[in-house]
């Protein structure tokens, strides 16, 4: 079973987050911020990665270290688990609907991050989360994982239904992406024979 566990232990946060890629979509996620743990767990579920994350952070401060970090550790762990990232399907896109929104999630498991984020809100806040907050995990996620990940929503209003549909859209697009291609097991989906570096 492909899984990896990554801790990070700084002044700001101290996460342990440990990924099985070939999971079933069972999760534990304590963040202490719960919005966050809502839109980790949608994560987990729609991928059937199985996820076990635990952050302490400073949220006396406020809520930016422990977003970013989570998804440093999370993106840490699935790229550990991919290893060479051999038979992997490499590519995957997803379209979410909910009610009136909808977004699109494309990505590629290359080893050369970059995000690509055209996400607007309407709301500074939910709850007591700022929005802004979400491009930080997603770019971190992104930069730990070695993703080429494009987030869009290409309509909507609700903003809960926007970003929810974002994670969800990561989570099937990664799920696809991550699975193993039978007809190239052993090969690593690239025709430099090897993914990162340059094009």
């Known amino acids: 079973m492909r899984q990896a566990t990554v801790e990070r232990n700084t002044k700001e946060t101290r996460i342990s987050g440990t990924v099985k890629l070939d999971g079933n979509g069972t999760y534990n996620v304590s963040t202490g911020i719960g919005f966050l743990d809502h839109m980790l767990e949608q994560l987990s579920r729609h991928s059937l990665i199985d996820l076990d994350l635990k952050a302490e952070g400073d949220l006396h401060i406020d809520y930016h270290h422990t977003t970013e970090d989570s998804g440093y550790v999370v993106g840490e ?26 977004s699109r999630v494309s990505l590629d498991l290359s080893n050369r991050p970059y995000l690509v984020w055209k996400v607007n809100f309407t709301r500074d806040k939910l709850g007591d989360f700022d929005t802004e907050l979400f491009k930080e995990w997603f770019q971190a996620f992104a930069q730990s ?18 970003i929810e549909s974002c994670f969800k859209g990561l989570a099937r697009a990664l799920r696809v992406a991550i699975e193993i291609d039978p007809r190239k097991a ?7 024979g090897t993914l990162g570096g340059s094009l």
């Open 145 to 162: 994982s070695g993703m080429n990940l494009h987030v869009e929503n290409l309509y909507g209003e609700n903003n809960h239904h926007i």
């Open 186 to 192: 052993d090969e690593v989906p690239s025709t430099k």
């Open 77 to 102: 762990a699935v790229a550990k688990a991919l290893g060479d990232r051999k038979g992997i399907t490499r590519y995957g896109h997803a379209y979410i609907p909910m009610d009136e929104t909808l």
